[in-house]
Nanobody, 121 residues
């Protein structure tokens, strides 16, 4: 599967952005999907994950209550709605697909190219 992330940009503290990740190839609904981010000088971290059918989601404490992951299997797309943005959310955001069954899981094999999110204070 090939992944194409979009929707990044510049936002102010407290603002919102919506990221999209379009998948091409077969069997999008067969993948657990995740959103990750990596800030300069920091390790990549997961910020959201969603099960194949969309019924189960995962968020770390750092974004819980502010970020929402969703998917539309008919459109082969996964979304990340980011609200109440903070400067510490500034990073490159990546979508990824996992062949594993667990959420968040760890078997992310396919990655999108990343989209920059910058939050100004």
């Amino acid at each position: 599967v090939q992944l194409q992330a979009s929707g990044g940009g510049l936002a102010r503290t407290g603002g919102s952005l919506r990221l999209s990740c379009a998948a091409s190839g077969r069997s999008f609904s067969g993948y657990v999907m995740g959103w990750f981010r990596q800030a300069p000088g920091r390790e990549r971290e997961i910020v959201a994950s969603i099960s194949r059918g969309g019924g189960t989601t995962y968020y770390p404490d750092s974004v819980k209550g502010r970020f929402t992951i969703s998917r539309d299997n008919a459109k082969n797309t996964v979304y990340l709605q980011m609200n109440s943005l903070k400067p510490e959310d500034t990073a490159i955001y990546y979508c990824a697909a996992s062949l594993g069954a667990r959420v968040p899981g760890s078997e992310y094999r396919y990655w999108g190219q990343g989209t920059q999110v910058t939050v100004s204070s």
